[in-house]
């Protein structure tokens, strides 16, 4: 190929990825303004609560105890080779609290929650219920988006700190049970490892990973094409966008809160 | 009461419309014809602001459409989309009560909700619809729900985007007599796009014939008939020969 042709369509590549940043952040910033500003819809408000916290936990448990389990598994036997077995309570909980249990939770929201928010915007956008909304007098940024990104900012972090502490329950379920740990050294030695500034971490965490599957939910849904393959795309395409920014997202904010 | 000048849109290289005038007069009913993708819901969503046109100033009541309060001049409007776009997620008297239960408009929800059953029941529904949902409802029931919802707030202007597309000749003759009676009734001004001539002579006072991002003509609907126009006379009979070409 023509090294010009070539520098050409990476230079398209490059602006339309700019672009397409730039929409998103647009977007972003649009929702939270909505967000904040009236009229406010309670109910749309209390269902995306109900959707998005509530209806997740049974998935968010699963894999948080079955992610605790196999990780006292693993630390037990990976410490076996220097001799530091012990180390099982202390390197559960922070594995839990710092990392696993954010990202884990965070992914588990984006394929649960961010998908189906796209796909249902989306599905309303191709059956023409966003222009109805509109000429209803209704904003969909304020029906659709603010309530479903306010209700992931404030149930995601509740969801994290569910999913640490069963995961935590799930390390301790095994070394008790399996690996022949005292359960109330266990128990006193996890509590006495935690420092203030993991639960934090944790927290932050899970409200920033919420605000972004939520928004790259909605993000999607309503920059939808037309027909099945339209929605299609706009729900594969949520989820992927969510589950990378995730991940970039708790490289950012594991730096700020551990490496200065 | 409603005028299009010079309007123009564009998708990429797809000029949809080029230029297009139209005048709708206060308390008429026009009805514009034309081609599967000549630009008619294009119009149409235009004068809602749904869609920016590229150039050309629309008005309504002499005041261009974008012009003031977006909440007050959309609560002049109603509108019967295509397929219904009922909210899937709403019970049906949620849907025809949605302006009512929510904006400048609200109402206490039971108010609402007799409103909704008393415009369920103007359309032809009965009361014990109202509580189920839209996955519910046939597409005739569906369409007459959309009508319902499309009237609750008493608009002054209310747009139909097909309303007979999907719906057998019977089922059709019912909503096209409905939004006749309904629209003379309320007093209403109506803009309704449809490929339907049974539609077009049961609905309109004034037809327009839209194609090639123009009217090409526009009268009476008694002197469609007559009108002379290559474009018209192809249209309303149906003929695969003339200047509109068969296949685009």
């Not at chain 2, 369409?143 to 985007?161: T, Y």
Request: charge should be neutral; charged fraction near 15%; proline fraction near 4%.
């Amino acid at each position: 190929m023509n090294p010009l042709a070539l520098l050409a369509r990476l230079g398209r590549t490059a602006l339309a990825s700019l672009a397409a940043v730039g929409r998103a952040a647009l977007f972003a910033l649009s929702a939270f303004s909505h967000m904040v500003r009236p009229p406010y819809y309670p109910r749309e408000f209390l269902q995306a609560l109900l959707n998005v916290g509530w209806l997740s936990l049974p998935v968010v448990g699963l894999t948080a105890i079955f992610t605790g389990g196999a990780l006292a598994l693993q630390i037990y036997a990976g410490g076996a080779r220097f001799n530091a077995e012990a180390v099982v309570p202390q390197i559960v909980a922070i594995g839990m609290v710092r990392e696993l249990g954010p990202v884990l939770v965070g992914l588990m929201i984006a394929a649960r929650v961010t998908s189906s928010i796209a796909a249902e915007i989306a599905t309303m956008k191709v059956t023409e219920q966003i222009d109805a909304l509109v000429t209803l007098s209704t904003h969909p940024m304020k029906y659709l988006v603010a309530p479903r990104v306010l209700a992931a900012l404030i149930t995601v972090p509740v969801l994290v700190g569910t999913g640490d502490i069963i995961g935590i329950m799930g390390g301790y379920t095994v070394a008790v049970q399996n690996l022949g740990f005292n359960a109330a050294a266990y128990l006193k030695n996890t509590v006495d490892f935690l420092e203030p500034l993991d639960i934090i971490s944790s927290l932050v965490k899970g409200a920033a990973f919420g605000t972004i599957a939520a928004m790259m939910g909605c993000y999607y849904g309503m920059q939808s094409g037309r027909g099945a393959q339209g929605v299609g795309r706009a729900t594969k395409g949520s989820v992927e966008s969510a589950a990378v920014l995730i991940l970039a997202a708790n490289f950012v904010l594991t730096g700020v809160f551990f490496s200065l | 009461m409603i005028r299009m000048e010079n309007v123009h849109k564009a998708f990429g290289d797809n000029h949809v419309l080029n230029g297009m005038n139209l005048e709708i007069a206060k308390g008429t009913s026009m009805v514009i014809i034309g081609g599967s993708g000549t630009g008619k819901s294009v119009a149409l969503k235009s004068i809602l602001g749904l869609i920016q046109p590229d150039s050309g100033e629309i008005y309504v009541d002499g005041k261009p459409s974008g012009s003031g309060d977006r909440d007050k001049f959309l609560a002049r409007f109603g509108m019967l989309f295509q397929g219904g776009a009922l909210f899937d997620s709403l019970p049906v008297w949620q849907n025809v009560a949605f302006r009512l239960l929510r904006g400048a408009l609200k109402r206490p929800v039971e108010e609402a909700r007799g409103i909704a059953i008393e415009k369920l029941r103007r359309v032809g529904l009965r009361a014990n619809v109202a509580d189920l949902f839209p996955s519910e409802l046939s597409g005739g029931m569906q369409k007459r729900v959309g009508l319902a919802r499309a009237i609750a707030a008493e608009p002054e202007i209310i747009f139909f985007d097909e309303p007979t597309t999907g719906l057998d000749p019977i089922m059709s003759g019912v909503i096209n007599d409905l939004i006749r009676e309904i629209v003379v009734e309320m007093g209403a001004t109506a803009m309704t796009i449809t490929h339907d001539m049974t539609s077009v002579r049961a609905i309109a006072d004034n037809v327009a014939m839209l194609h090639g991002g123009v009217i090409q003509w526009t009268g009476p609907v008694a002197e469609m008939d007559h009108s002379g126009d290559p474009y018209v006379e192809q249209f309303i009979h149906g003929r695969a020969e003339g200047p509109i070409e068969a296949v685009r």
